[in-house]
């Protein structure tokens, strides 16, 4: 199990990497599938399936911050040698996560059923929505139960059981989505509810495994009571990563808005911020992959005691990631116009699209280098810290630049995507500047007395 330490080689790091990359592309392929399955049906089931996604995306957001202060906490404990404490925070972790998605799942299924409650949506929608809606609350536990588990790997550097359990639950949800909707063999087709089935049974299938894991590796089946001090340790470190991708979201809606208020091209360029952003996320894969290795190691060299490792790690990454996605840029720039043309045949849509990459493709050394950095800093612990930076440079940049270049100036479309270059670019040079400070050496995780 490689840790962090001055001879952390680019193998290492690949071997972290890999699992994490393969999950999240898998992850990614289960709203592909939902949504073209959907499409084969009815535009009210498409409609439908967005909402629900949306939902889960929305409660994702607790188990996901949750799971960066689990890997401030975890990865700092093993890197000191404490078992116990890893366990210890390990089961505070899934009895959070329960805590929260349990009753969220009984809700979302005794309401569901009631269309009343759903009345803001087109009514075709409702109908579909109540039908598949009390599915995807029964996926509300399971998920985040294997977002968490996904947490305490990933801090023991056991990122093959992220693989076996998140991605294997992503397969078979896509499977799913094709053999319960269609129907194959001796199985017969559900129609548009075989996409909510499809969607819970891997759910509930990832979670059991993920939870069989860890009871096997240590976690064990005593020891389930809430331990105050950990818990508000936790939720310290956890909230501020809540809210910084609440606040990311937000600002992508703002992004929208402001775009729809454009007197000429407002459609066309809303269309293009939709098919940027969907590729630039394909294209981040790899980054977001190394920002959670960087948190890891960070936080595994710092339980150690080595400061001096953990910085030097975090460099390594950051600036591996940032060659690999000026890489994967540079013709993803050279041929902004072709790939956009394979998306859109609205010749506007196109046009909007390929300059979105171009100017967008400029930024992205500067994107891996700041998200790996940022990595960094959660493995430490410094949450609040790259909140700050990032929805700074987001809401206090970003958003205004956008709406005086797009809206007061004759840029339009263009003055959006230059105020995103602009932004990244400062959000990195900010992030760059906290990391080599170094206060985030001296943050102590683990509040408990004779524990480092």
Same mark, same amino acid.
Request: charged share 10%.
């Given at each position: 199990?490689?840790?962090?330490?001055?001879?952390?080689?680019?193998?290492?790091?690949?071997?972290?990497?890999?699992?994490?990359?393969?999950?999240?592309?898998?992850?990614?392929?289960?709203?592909?599938?939902?949504?073209?399955?959907?499409?084969?049906?009815?535009?009210?089931?498409?409609?439908?399936?967005?909402?629900?996604?949306?939902?889960?995306?929305?409660?994702?957001?607790?188990?996901?911050?949750?799971?960066?202060?689990?890997?401030?906490?975890?990865?700092?404990?093993?890197?000191?040698?404490?078992?116990?404490?890893?366990?210890?925070?390990?089961? =505070?972790?899934?009895?959070?996560?329960?805590?929260?998605?349990?009753?969220?799942?009984?809700?979302?299924?005794?309401?569901? @059923?009631? /269309?009343?409650?759903?009345?803001?949506?087109?009514?075709?929608?409702?109908?579909?929505?109540? =039908?598949?809606?009390?599915?995807?609350?029964?996926?509300?536990?399971?998920?985040?139960?294997?977002?968490?588990?996904?947490?305490?790997?990933?801090?023991?550097?056991?990122?093959?059981?992220?693989?076996?359990?998140?991605?294997?639950?992503?397969?078979?949800?896509?499977?799913?989505?094709?053999?319960?909707?269609?129907?194959?063999?001796?199985?017969?087709?559900?129609?548009?509810?075989?996409?909510?089935?499809?969607?819970?049974?891997?759910?509930?299938?990832?979670?059991?495994?993920?939870?069989?894991?860890?009871?096997?590796?240590?976690?064990?089946?005593?020891?389930?009571?809430?331990?105050?001090?950990?818990?508000?340790?936790?939720?310290?470190?956890?909230?501020?990563?809540?809210?910084?991708?609440?606040?990311?979201?937000?600002?992508?809606?703002?992004?929208?808005?402001?775009?729809?208020?454009?007197?000429?091209?407002?459609?066309?360029?809303?269309?293009?911020?939709?098919?940027?952003?969907?590729?630039?996320?394909?294209?981040?894969?790899?980054?977001?992959?190394?920002?959670?290795?960087?948190?890891?190691?960070?936080? =595994?060299?710092?339980?150690?005691?080595?400061?001096?490792?953990?910085?030097?790690?975090? *460099?390594?990454?950051?600036?591996?990631?940032?060659?690999?996605?000026?890489?994967?840029?540079?013709?993803?720039?050279?041929?902004?116009?072709?790939?956009?043309?394979?998306?859109? /045949?609205?010749?506007?849509?196109?046009?909007?699209?390929?300059?979105?990459?171009?100017?967008?493709?400029?930024?992205? @050394?500067?994107?891996?280098?700041?998200?790996?950095?940022?990595?960094?800093?959660?493995?430490?612990?410094?949450?609040?810290?790259?909140?700050?930076?990032?929805?700074?440079?987001?809401?206090?940049?970003?958003?205004?630049?956008?709406?005086?270049?797009?809206?007061?100036? @004759?840029?339009?479309?263009?003055?959006?995507?230059?105020?995103?270059?602009?932004?990244?670019?400062?959000?990195?040079?900010?992030?760059?500047?906290?990391?080599? =400070?170094?206060? *985030?050496?001296?943050?102590?995780?683990?509040?408990? /007395?004779?524990?480092?």
């Amino acid at each position: 199990m490689p840790e962090a330490d001055s001879k952390t080689t680019l193998a290492d790091i690949w071997r972290l990497s890999w699992p994490l990359v393969m999950s999240m592309f898998f992850l990614f392929t289960v709203g592909l599938a939902d949504v073209y399955v959907a499409g084969r049906f009815q535009p009210e089931v498409q409609g439908a399936v967005g909402f629900a996604g949306q939902l889960l995306f929305f409660f994702g957001v607790v188990a996901n911050s949750l799971s960066i202060g689990l890997v401030a906490i975890i990865s700092r404990r093993q890197g000191s040698g404490d078992r116990e404490g890893v366990w210890r925070t390990a089961r =505070q972790g899934i009895l959070l996560a329960i805590l929260f998605a349990a009753p969220l799942s009984i809700l979302g299924l005794v309401l569901t @059923p009631w /269309p009343v409650l759903l009345s803001f949506l087109p009514d075709g929608v409702v109908q579909s929505a109540s =039908q598949l809606l009390p599915f995807y609350a029964m996926a509300l536990l399971p998920q985040a139960i294997i977002t968490v588990a996904g947490a305490i790997f990933r801090a023991r550097t056991h990122t093959l059981l992220i693989l076996l359990c998140s991605g294997g639950a992503s397969i078979a949800n896509v499977i799913g989505d094709f053999v319960l909707s269609f129907g194959y063999g001796w199985i017969p087709p559900l129609g548009p509810l075989g996409i909510g089935v499809a969607t819970a049974a891997s759910s509930m299938g990832g979670g059991i495994l993920a939870l069989a894991i860890l009871v096997k590796q240590g976690m064990g089946t005593k020891g389930w009571r809430l331990e105050s001090p950990l818990l508000q340790r936790l939720i310290k470190i956890s909230w501020p990563a809540g809210m910084l991708q609440m606040g990311w979201h937000l600002g992508s809606l703002a992004l929208y808005a402001i775009l729809g208020r454009l007197s000429v091209g407002a459609v066309a360029a809303t269309a293009a911020l939709t098919n940027g952003l969907r590729i630039e996320a394909i294209l981040y894969l790899p980054v977001f992959a190394l920002n959670m290795v960087t948190a890891v190691l960070v936080g =595994q060299a710092l339980g150690s005691g080595d400061g001096e490792a953990a910085e030097k790690t975090g *460099w390594q990454v950051a600036k591996t990631a940032a060659f690999i996605l000026t890489i994967v840029a540079i013709p993803v720039f050279i041929y902004s116009r072709e790939i956009a043309g394979l998306i859109s /045949p609205d010749l506007n849509v196109r046009e909007m699209t390929h300059l979105y990459l171009r100017f967008n493709m400029l930024s992205q @050394p500067f994107m891996a280098l700041g998200v790996c950095l940022g990595g960094g800093l959660e493995g430490a612990g410094d949450t609040i810290g790259t909140m700050k930076v990032v929805l700074g440079a987001h809401w206090g940049f970003r958003i205004p630049a956008a709406t005086f270049l797009a809206l007061g100036t @004759p840029l339009a479309a263009n003055g959006v995507w230059i105020a995103m270059v602009l932004s990244i670019i400062l959000q990195c040079g900010i992030m760059v500047h906290r990391y080599q =400070q170094g206060k *985030w050496k001296h943050i102590k995780v683990i509040a408990e /007395p004779g524990l480092r």
